[in-house]
């Protein structure tokens, strides 16, 4: 896509569409709200050369007319939230390699609204599914790569996705240099086919991270860059657990996007190509997630089931670093969420406190999350108290870890409870303008 093409422009060139023609349509679909529109071919011209920015209004009736939720436009803001789409890279050596050298070049613009559509993304999901692993080793020239470097990088890499879940602000410099360089040197193309497999898993290892701190950072068309990286990385290195992981990632992605539909079908996807356990337990978990947030009893209920049932059968000396962290803790939090969307408060307060009681304390991110999930659940039961407690400790754990997206949750519940006159209320909402003041 050209980069100086305003994203607007590209998607009336992908629909054939003039500034008339696009202004023609988002008038007929002001008219099936029952509203009235002015929106004119100056109007369009006026967005798209960035001199105004639609109204709330123009940005929903644009939503609307490209089957974009509603959702995506708080989240992104204009224009950030438009599917300017790019085609994503076939599963070859070339094709993994420019997916790769995307995230880089990437940095270096402004770029930041979603490049995978809702059928694209399945696509990239349902094309991993079929590649054949044994077509890998064709892929590398066999010449020769620094075996010295290569070994202090994995080292590396395993060290800095452990710093990573912590509140370390040096962290994420540190993971984007170690991905270019594991990066540079794929796209020197001077390795054996064994050495080519370990650096690909770098790339892919830190490639993941990447996406994940960029996503916790509201950043979510670089975090989904990374994320298909990571994928195209993870299968050129044979690591199918590794791409089934990162797949799910974007379908998790989809679903706090309000696309949970496409969340489903890149899990089916992914699952199919999983190794073990863990893997296939955190990919349940997050079609249940799904599931949910469509009112789907039986199918929430089917993938905790699911999701239970593999955890148990894990072995730790089997059980590959992207998915060691995988407990019964996220297992039980999540499974409070999904009883929480479908309505069940008493389950979802339960099943949250297990979670809560069993996590890891290091993980700060997920702590900050499943304490605004238990103050959700308090919201439910009436108890003000109970829910200004959670809502401000889910605050303070988030403001400390430093994760954008994990203080916008908690911050966003707070904003809900603004009519609320009761005391705990109160203080909490005078509570929360202290500290994000400060």
Same mark, same amino acid.
Request: net charge negative.
């Given at each position: 896509?050209?980069?100086?093409?305003h994203?607007?422009?590209?998607?009336?060139?992908?629909?054939?569409?003039?500034?008339?023609?696009?202004?023609?349509?988002?008038?007929?679909?002001?008219?099936?709200?029952?509203?009235?529109?002015?929106?004119?071919?100056?109007?369009?011209?006026?967005?798209?050369?960035?001199?105004?920015?639609?109204?709330?209004?123009?940005q929903?009736?644009?939503?609307?007319?490209?089957?974009?939720?509603?959702?995506?436009?708080?989240?992104?803001?204009?224009?950030d939230?438009?599917?300017?789409?790019?085609?994503p890279?076939?599963?070859?050596?070339?094709?993994?390699?420019?997916?790769?050298?995307?995230?880089?070049?990437?940095?270096m613009?402004?770029?930041?609204?979603?490049?995978?559509?809702?059928s694209?993304?399945?696509?990239?999901?349902?094309?991993?599914?079929?590649?054949?692993?044994?077509?890998?080793?064709?892929?590398?020239?066999?010449?020769?790569?620094?075996?010295?470097?290569?070994?202090?990088?994995?080292?590396?890499?395993?060290?800095?996705?452990?710093?990573?879940?912590?509140?370390?602000?040096?962290?994420?410099?540190?993971?984007?240099?170690?991905?270019?360089?594991a990066?540079?040197?794929?796209?020197?193309?001077?390795?054996?086919?064994?050495?080519?497999?370990?650096?690909?898993?770098?790339?892919? /290892? @830190? #490639?993941?991270? =990447?996406? *994940? !701190?960029?996503?916790? &950072? %509201?950043?979510?068309?670089?975090?989904?860059?990374?994320?298909?990286?990571?994928?195209?990385?993870?299968?050129q290195?044979?690591?199918?657990?590794?791409?089934?992981?990162?797949?799910? /990632? @974007? #379908?998790?992605? =989809?679903? *706090? !996007?309000?696309?949970? &539909? %496409?969340?489903?079908?890149?899990?089916?996807?992914?699952?199919?190509?999983?190794?073990?356990p863990?893997?296939?337990?955190?990919?349940?978990?997050?079609?249940?997630?799904?599931?949910?947030? @469509?009112?789907?009893?039986?199918?929430?209920?089917?993938?905790? &089931?699911?999701?239970?049932?593999?955890?148990?059968?894990?072995?730790?000396?089997?059980?590959?670093?992207?998915?060691?962290?995988?407990?019964?803790?996220?297992?039980?939090?999540?499974?409070?969420?999904?009883?929480?969307?479908?309505?069940?408060?008493?389950?979802?307060?339960?099943?949250?406190?297990?979670?809560?009681?069993?996590?890891?304390?290091?993980?700060?991110?997920?702590?900050?999350?499943f304490?605004?999930?238990?103050?959700?659940?308090?919201?439910?039961?009436?108890?003000?108290?109970?829910?200004?407690?959670?809502?401000?400790?889910?605050?303070?754990?988030?403001?400390?870890?430093?994760?954008?997206?994990?203080?916008?949750?908690?911050?966003a519940?707070?904003?809900?409870?603004?009519?609320?006159?009761?005391?705990?209320?109160?203080?909490?909402?005078?509570?929360?303008?202290?500290?994000?003041?400060?």
């Amino acid at each position: 896509m050209d980069l100086d093409c305003h994203p607007l422009a590209h998607l009336r060139r992908i629909h054939h569409w003039s500034m008339n023609d696009l202004a023609r349509l988002l008038r007929d679909q002001a008219r099936r709200r029952g509203l009235r529109s002015g929106i004119d071919r100056n109007r369009i011209w006026l967005w798209e050369s960035g001199a105004t920015t639609p109204s709330e209004e123009s940005q929903l009736l644009l939503a609307d007319l490209l089957d974009v939720p509603a959702a995506a436009i708080e989240h992104l803001r204009w224009p950030d939230w438009l599917p300017a789409f790019e085609q994503p890279a076939p599963f070859s050596p070339s094709g993994s390699w420019a997916a790769l050298r995307e995230v880089q070049i990437t940095r270096m613009d402004r770029r930041s609204f979603l490049v995978l559509s809702s059928s694209t993304l399945i696509d990239v999901a349902a094309d991993w599914a079929r590649i054949e692993p044994r077509h890998l080793s064709q892929a590398l020239d066999g010449q020769h790569i620094d075996e010295e470097l290569l070994t202090w990088l994995e080292q590396r890499s395993g060290e800095l996705r452990a710093l990573a879940a912590g509140p370390h602000r040096q962290v994420p410099g540190l993971i984007d240099a170690h991905l270019d360089t594991a990066i540079n040197m794929i796209t020197q193309d001077r390795y054996t086919p064994a050495a080519g497999r370990r650096l690909h898993a770098v790339a892919a /290892d @830190l #490639a993941h991270c =990447a996406a *994940w !701190l960029r996503f916790d &950072a %509201d950043r979510h068309a670089d975090a989904q860059r990374h994320w298909q990286a990571a994928v195209h990385a993870a299968h050129q290195a044979g690591d199918r657990d590794l791409a089934a992981v990162a797949l799910s /990632d @974007l #379908a998790y992605q =989809a679903t *706090w !996007l309000s696309r949970p &539909a %496409d969340a489903i079908k890149v899990l089916e996807h992914a699952r199919s190509r999983t190794r073990t356990p863990a893997a296939r337990s955190l990919l349940d978990v997050r079609r249940a997630r799904a599931c949910a947030v @469509l009112q789907d009893h039986t199918g929430t209920g089917r993938a905790l &089931a699911s999701a239970e049932t593999e955890l148990n059968r894990i072995r730790p000396q089997d059980t590959p670093p992207v998915v060691s962290w995988m407990s019964m803790a996220d297992v039980n939090a999540d499974a409070g969420r999904c009883w929480l969307d479908l309505g069940d408060p008493d389950r979802a307060g339960t099943a949250i406190d297990s979670g809560l009681s069993e996590l890891d304390p290091r993980r700060s991110r997920t702590k900050a999350v499943f304490l605004t999930y238990r103050a959700e659940g308090s919201l439910q039961h009436r108890d003000a108290s109970a829910a200004a407690a959670d809502a401000r400790a889910a605050l303070d754990t988030a403001l400390d870890s430093g994760a954008t997206r994990c203080i916008d949750l908690a911050s966003a519940l707070i904003r809900r409870l603004d009519d609320r006159t009761e005391r705990p209320m109160i203080e909490l909402r005078e509570y929360a303008r202290e500290r994000l003041a400060g």
